[in-house]
């Protein structure tokens, strides 16, 4: 499969000490074109670092991350790499600068030197991708939690990006900011070809998209569909994370002795996999 982003061998330290202690240790990991990629990790695993490696934020000690082909190590071609893949933060009161929604959105195109009618077509259809043109003229700071990081997601798509890598964009959301904010991802993944990687520590979260991989202390650790990752649950537990929470129900019926399938992952199996358990019992 064809892959837009691509890290090789990819280690890295914030110090700069030959023996400083590496926060990646020889990653390597392809991102294919057009996935849905979720990012697990504990605190201080290295998915932060990871994603920033994708953007040409940070650059590798020793390896080789691509971008669609280009070397992040490239500076003459660091503008096209931040073209090809947006970021988007934990925070969007950090990426928000002006004081009207659709300003907010047509910043960067200024900057870049997009004409004014080209401008003006892409904040509008930014905005309705993301279910937000309705609220274009708005102030942000009026806004909701998950409302601004969709206004921040629109401000990067409005820049056309082949890839959007998201750093815990829902961390400082409530429940329902959560769920809009991946519901608009899911939308431009699936409608727009837009590729996601998606770092999170929602378990929830990471059971929506196509592809899971975890790192922890700084390496790779699994690699595959959702069903395939959150299935080894005390491999996952082992390293301080969760699973997704009918998963782990299954996982104690089984370990409780009743055969329930070990794969489930949504609400909706999980009732259904309870229900043939009780019409097998009889009651």
């Not at 370990?255 to 794969?263: I, K, N, Q, T």
């Amino acid at each position: 499969m064809d892959s837009i982003m691509e890290a090789t061998k990819v280690s890295f330290s914030y110090e700069e000490e030959p023996d400083a202690p590496l926060v990646l240790d020889g990653v390597s990991l392809s991102v294919h074109r057009g996935e849905f990629l979720a990012v697990l990790g504990h605190n201080g695993s290295g998915k932060s670092t990871l994603a920033k490696h994708f953007n040409a934020i940070l650059l590798p000690r020793e390896g080789r991350v691509l971008v669609d082909g280009m070397e992040t190590t490239d500076e003459d071609r660091l503008y096209d790499i931040r073209q090809t893949v947006g970021m988007v933060f934990q925070n969007p009161d950090n990426q928000i600068v002006a004081t009207i929604v659709e300003e907010d959105v047509a910043f960067a195109l200024e900057n870049m030197g997009v004409p004014p009618a080209e401008i003006r077509q892409r904040v509008d259809d930014a905005l309705r991708s993301v279910g937000m043109y309705q609220f274009r003229e708005h102030a942000p700071h009026q806004l909701s939690g998950g409302q601004k990081q969709r206004i921040a997601i629109a401000g990067v798509i409005a820049m056309r990006p082949k890839c959007i890598v998201l750093d815990e964009p829902t961390a400082m959301l409530d429940p329902r900011g959560r769920a809009e904010v991946m519901r608009t991802l899911r939308e431009l993944n699936r409608n727009h070809g837009i590729t996601v990687a998606l770092i999170t520590h929602y378990m929830d979260e990471a059971a929506q998209c196509d592809r899971v991989v975890v790192v922890d202390r700084g390496k790779l650790l699994l690699d595959g569909t959702p069903r395939e990752v959150f299935r080894q649950v005390d491999r996952l537990k082992g390293v301080g994370l969760d699973v997704p929470q009918v998963t782990e129900l299954m996982h104690e019926l089984r370990r409780a002795g009743l055969e329930v399938r070990e794969d489930i992952i949504t609400e909706e199996e999980c009732a259904a996999e309870l229900a043939r358990l009780l019409e097998g019992s009889g009651r």
